[in-house]
């Protein structure tokens, strides 16, 4: 018998209750990452890619509200978990790293306060020892003249500078799990490049799973292991990543991987998805994919059941490419 | 690497001094402070001990002697008290008046803003809506009634001042504080799980500050004003301690007799001491604020 995945996320629903109607912000949606693992999370603007991240972490905040679903973490049912222990948890266990590196640093704070403060927030260490593991998270990393750095501002470090400081103080409390909101679309490709080779290093070296949010199909051909794709809240497909890429069978991930530039398809037009992502208030039963796809048919009209095709593979679609 | 080599707070004085009359003002209001600490060591009397006035010294205009020989340079009022050590004496309280209510309402308004933006729902209606009201009210008549009720004393005034101004800092720093709040490393605090109070007074506080010091450098010039004007109404300190609103008032009847000075010194202090206020609070706004930076 194999050991339970880390993250096992089961049928999660979240949902906004605004005064204009209730916002299926995520519905139902499962996933698994496992130990040391990297899951890439795939979706468009809006898709509900972020809010899952935020509801493993407990971090929605009024309206909205997780209505149902389970979140087992290492075990433990995050969602009937009180205030204090979600607490314990967050920032310790599960850490997280955000998408807009010049706005995730506080700008009057030095760097050594705020990763100490980040380790002292969990271990009952001195500030010595906690300082010595700031440094220790810098060089992990890639950050050269730590001690110099340690003592250094925001507003000293360039975009890619500021990543690597997110990414230290998510490191510094050795984490089961780092989930990563699109950390690298605000920066340009060469330190793109450098920051997923480290965070794969890293969490390779140290045993730490990943859930990479991005809407950036390249960066997860590169860097995943399992892939999962949401569209409008909803999960829509899920495997490892060489299949799904090679053989999507969602119309959706089919073309999510159409839009991207290739080299083979020079010169002539890309393919794009026509339409637009549906409005998340307005969303009947159904598949939510329905009124911009190729293969909709009436039987569209209710909600596909979730289905195996492959080993591994899973998928939500009436009609799945073969 | 290093974004500028002299530190931010080099950087800060080198653009306040660019401003010429900001610099008179702040070497004004210098003066004015060190006046006002140094009071009862340069004055050439002690102005609230009676038995060192002299009635028949009553009403001395500007550079006459006493019986004595002693020179008043600015003169005496109606109880023969220096007019000189009297303003000097005035400064002291109006200062000491105006910066504590200040740093006072500033704590209270600081608090109750930030407690309101971080946690919203129904604590911040109800905080925002007492200061609504509170705002609502003139602060002259607030503070009137307030030292009514309370009766006369430096302690009373300040509280009647700190009453009046806590609501403007608190409107300012949630505003300040409200558009902090939704920004990453807030939310980046959060998901380390930092307790609420460090979140809010460590991370969150420091970012609100730049607008609340110019707001708290032009607050200390309303509240000194204020004041004044209590006291020149006969509300705010007691006759044998006069600030420089009640040496305006002691002369005021005399005014039109001829002997101006009376009136004129201590309103020429005041008037200096809230100019020299507002030049450095008006250089400020312009040095804190990255809209109006070259």
Redesign the interface.
């Known amino acids: 018998m194999t050991e339970s995945p880390l993250l096992q996320v089961e049928g999660l629903r979240m949902h906004f209750f605004t005064k204009a109607g209730i916002v299926k912000a995520v519905d139902d949606v499962s996933f698994t990452v496992g130990r040391g693992e990297i899951l890439g999370l795939v979706g468009e603007s809006g898709s509900g890619k972020s809010m899952t991240g935020y509801s493993v ?1 407990g ?1 929605i905040d ?1 309206p909205g509200r997780i209505v149902d679903g389970r979140i087992l973490f290492d075990g433990t049912d995050l969602t009937r978990l009180d205030a204090a222990a ?7 266990r599960i ?2 790293i ?3 590196p010049m ?7 030095r760097i050594d306060t705020q990763i100490v ?2 380790v002292r ?2 271990a009952d260490v001195s500030r010595e020892t906690a300082l010595s593991r700031a440094r220790e998270a810098l060089v992990r990393v890639g950050i050269a003249s730590p001690d110099e750095r340690l003592r ?1 501002y925001p ?2 470090f ?1 975009g890619g500078m500021r990543q690597r400081v ?1 990414i230290a ?1 998510a490191l510094v409390n050795s984490p089961d799990l780092i989930i990563a909101d699109e950390p690298t679309t605000a920066l340009d490709v060469t330190i793109q490049g450098q920051i997923l080779f480290e965070m794969q290093k890293v969490c390779r070296e140290s045993g730490t799973a990943l859930i990479w949010i991005t809407h950036d199909l390249s960066v997860i051909a590169g860097l995943a292991d399992e892939v999962c794709v949401m569209y409008a809240g909803r999960f829509v497909e899920s495997g490892p990543v060489a299949d799904v890429l090679v053989r999507p069978m969602h119309p959706y991930t089919r073309g999510l991987i159409d839009s991207v530039p290739s080299r083979n398809a020079r010169g002539r037009p890309l393919h794009q998805i026509p339409g637009m992502t549906p409005s998340l208030l307005q969303l009947g039963s159904g598949c939510a994919f329905r009124e911009r796809c190729a293969s909709a048919s009436r039987q569209c009209g209710e909600s596909p059941p979730l289905r195996e095709p492959a080993p591994r593979r899973k998928l939500r679609c009436f009609h799945p490419a073969p | 690497m290093s974004y500028s080599s002299d530190g931010p707070w080099a950087r800060f004085r080198a653009d306040f001094a660019e401003s010429r009359l900001a610099m008179i003002g702040l070497a004004l209001l210098t003066m004015v402070i060190v006046i006002g600490l140094l009071a009862p060591v340069i004055s050439p009397q002690n102005p609230y001990d009676l038995a060192q006035l002299d009635v028949m010294d009553s009403k001395l205009a500007p550079g006459e002697n006493s019986a004595e020989g002693k020179t008043y340079w600015l003169g005496t009022d109606d109880q023969g008290r220096d007019m000189l050590s009297g303003i000097f004496y005035g400064l002291r309280i109006s200062l000491g008046v105006g910066i504590a209510s200040t740093v006072l309402a500033l704590a209270a308004g600081l608090v109750l803003g930030l407690v309101a933006a971080y946690f919203g729902g129904w604590v911040d209606t109800l905080i925002m809506r007492i200061v609504d009201i509170q705002l609502s009210f003139p602060a002259i008549l607030i503070a009137l009634i307030l030292l009514a009720v309370l009766g006369q004393g430096v302690d009373k005034i300040v509280i009647a001042l700190v009453t009046v101004q806590w609501a403007y800092y608190a409107r300012t720093v949630r505003s300040a504080a409200l558009v902090e709040r939704q920004k990453e490393y807030i939310e980046a605090a959060r998901v380390l799980a930092l307790k609420q109070g460090r979140i809010v007074f460590r991370h969150l506080l420091p970012n609100c500050l730049p607008p609340l010091i110019v707001v708290a450098t032009v607050q200390v010039a309303h509240a000194i004003a204020l004041e004044a004007t209590l006291s020149f109404l006969g509300l705010g300190l007691p006759i044998t301690e006069p600030s420089l609103g009640l040496l305006i008032s002691n002369g005021f009847q005399y005014l039109l007799s001829g002997k101006y000075w009376i009136s004129f010194y201590p309103g020429l202090a005041l008037l200096l001491t809230i100019m020299a206020i507002n030049l450095v609070a008006d250089q400020l706004r312009d040095v804190l604020n990255p809209r109006l930076r070259k």
Request: a positive charge; proline letters at 6%.
């Open positions: 972490l971090l009024p979600w607490r314990r948890i967050r920032g310790n850490a997280m955000f998408q807009d706005m995730t640093l506080n700008p009057v704070l403060e980040a927030a969990h250094a507003h000293q360039s997110a103080i």
